[in-house]
């Protein structure tokens, strides 16, 4: 009976054991507390790596099931949205111990890709957002991104299985547009109010996708065809050995359509045996399929442990982003 339990459990310690050893990294090396609870409590911040380590093992032993994965992803996603935004309302109101440096900036996932462009630099976000697509592939736009959380509760409901017409043609257009003003913003060295308009109707826009549009087709529509970063994604995520593929098993019931909101399973997807670029390997179809033809690749591991290893990845990235992430 022990051996059993220990077996069940025991993968549920690795993202335990990674969590907690690359927050102990950031809370020894790094001089200004990064840790929250540091800043309000002494020694407090190994209190907080504590917390968010089990967390980590706890969603994982949840996340495993096929049948719970959709429910937690979700729910993790929200939570960790929820907490970064109350601690910049905090930071707003000026309890600047919430803020990461004290110097604001626009929480929009747009101004990961524009500000790089604008500075000429590859500062601190485009690092982070690039090793986290090689570790964990898409894992960004489906358990990461503050952002994409709440298009994914705006667009809770039963999927519609028609298409997005012209998507591709849109989400290029608007990742053009965004570069190309960060270009001239640049190259004509306009005043800060041209950056700060720039920057809200980028944010207005999107916030007004995520409330009228996606509730209204019951899909990410600012993820899959309005986001710059999400379009990035579609194609850094090659850099990452995580796929996602339909094997000769699938009887093209079509079920899984009605599944993914990312716009990645469509007719011609399944007949072509692989989602679309859109896929973010959320995992949420995998339950819907009967004849388990939908299965998660990593070079030369099986299905089951190509899935286990993703999730132990990117819930880790998870745990530690909620106790990191902070304007």
Sequence with gaps: MLLEKIKKYKQSFIPVVITGVLLSIVQLKVDNPMIILERFINRGGWIEIALLSLYAGFLFFK??????????RKFSW???SIVFFIQLV???????????????HFPIPAMIAAGAVYRFEFSFMPILFLSTVLL?????????????????????GKTKNTILKNKNLIKHSFLFLVIFTAIILRIFNLPLIYIIVFASIVGITGVAIIVFISPKNKKMIHCISYCPIGTLIMYFKQISPFRMHIDNSCTNCMRCTGYCKYDALSKNDIQKRKPALSCTYCGDCLVSCKTDSIKYKFLNLSSEASRN???????????????LARI
Aim: a positive charge; aromatic letters at 18%; glycine letters at 10%.
């Design 90 to 104: 905090l930071g707003l109101f000026g309890f600047e111990k919430f803020l990461m440096s004290g110097k604001l």
């Design 78 to 80: 929200a939570v960790f």
């Design 309 to 323: 290893l993703y999730l132990i990845i990117s819930i880790s990235l998870h745990a530690i982003f909620l106790g």
């Design 136 to 156: 964990s592939g898409p894992a960004w736009c489906s358990q990461l991104c503050y952002f994409g959380a709440w298009d994914n509760i705006a667009a809770l």
């Design 63 to 72: 996340m495993k099931d096929v049948n719970k994965t959709s429910y937690w």
